[in-house]
């Protein structure tokens, strides 16, 4: 539940299943049984924060469209997903009561390939604390800089960290704070980790180790391309969008039928996931279409993060 809860963060939500996968496999193995409810926990826990919380292209382009804070609409994601985090727990404990899936053999993967994985040493393992940096300096260091912004506004006093466009160590902190660079910088590290796996695992051979590692690279420079096309692409789709007019012709029905745009948009995006089956395509339809309606949502009597949390509930149905 936790890994794939923090996995479908930073990484896209088909990756992240093929991930762990095994680790449910392993898992159900070391536990001999309860695979559907590894696998439950590891896949509901990851669609919901694949929808739910930047800096996942859905919810990033959602908040960039609303001109959300990127830290503050980080933060409600994260503390509106984990309750129901929670409840996907309990419907895995209660469907593997219910039902009872075997696990069964995959393609060029058996049994005694997943056992003799769960018995690798430790030793033979990334640390801990060295795995997770790809997905908590991005999470620290985004929400960080929200958090110093809003208590800086709320008159607290800060010292060195005081934000203002003259104080030096607030300006360091905003430059590793940008999204882009603090990805650029969990990237990085995420590169040094498999380099040092190959070598581990090599010990230390350097014959074909260069080969390997760009092999390994090469299928998540793939995903990253065609997130780029996605998301360039869905941008240029909400543009179309607003254009055509249909923003106005939806609010004046939200209008006349005495419809909360919090509902309109987990419906329209609900409505969008159910047809073509992708939530990052439903979460950029549906912020273009709520964007040509509220614009950024600065004339709305409530904060826009409620429609960025309908638009991600919505792209989980």
């Known amino acids: 539940l936790i890994s794939g809860f923090l996995l479908s963060i930073p990484v896209f939500f088909d990756t992240v299943f093929f991930l762990l996968i095994p680790l449910a496999r392993a898992m159900a193995l070391r536990a001999g049984g309860k695979y559907l409810f590894f696998v439950m926990a590891m896949a509901g826990a990851g669609a919901i924060t694949h929808s739910m919380v930047p800096p996942t292209p859905g919810p990033l382009m959602i ?3 609303l001109s959300i804070d990127l830290g ?6 994260l503390v509106a997903s984990v309750p129901v985090a929670i ?3 309990v419907m895995s404990k209660w469907f593997e009561r219910k039902y009872d899936f075997p696990m069964r053999p995959v393609g060029g993967t058996s049994a005694e390939d997943g056992q003799s994985i769960m018995a690798k040493e430790d030793s033979e393992l990334p640390p801990l604390v060295l795995s997770y940096l790809p997905i908590a300096i991005p999470v620290i260091m985004i929400s960080s800089v929200s958090f110093i912004k809003v208590l800086g506004g709320e008159g607290v006093a800060l010292g060195p960290f005081t934000p203002h466009s003259g104080n ?15 990805m650029c910088l969990a990237s ?3 590169v040094f980790l498999l380099i040092r796996q190959v070598k581990m695992e090599k010990h230390g ?3 074909k180790m260069g080969s390997m590692i760009a092999k390994q690279l090469e299928a998540p420079l793939g995903t990253a391309g065609m997130i780029i096309m996605i998301t ?3 941008g240029a789709f909400g543009g179309m969008i607003r254009m055509s007019g249909v923003g106005d012709s939806m609010a004046s029905l939200a209008n006349s039928m005495s419809l909360s745009y919090v509902l309109l948009a987990w419906g329209v995006t609900a409505f969008i996931r159910i047809a073509q089956g992708s939530a990052t395509v439903a979460m950029i339809t549906g912020v273009g279409l709520m964007a040509s309606i509220i614009g950024d949502g600065s004339d709305l009597s409530y904060h826009p993060v409620y429609v960025f949390l ?3 509930f919505g792209s989980i149905t």
């Open 72 to 77: 503050y609409a980080l933060v409600a994601g």
């Open 232 to 234: 360039g692409a869905g």
């Open 188 to 190: 990085s590290v995420s």
């Open 205 to 207: 051979e350097s014959s």
């Open 168 to 182: 030096p160590v607030f300006s360091l902190l905003s430059f590793f704070g940008e999204p882009n660079v603090a």
């Open 63 to 65: 908040a960039d469209s």
């Open 310 to 312: 309908a638009i991600g």
């Open 87 to 89: 409840l996907v727990l």
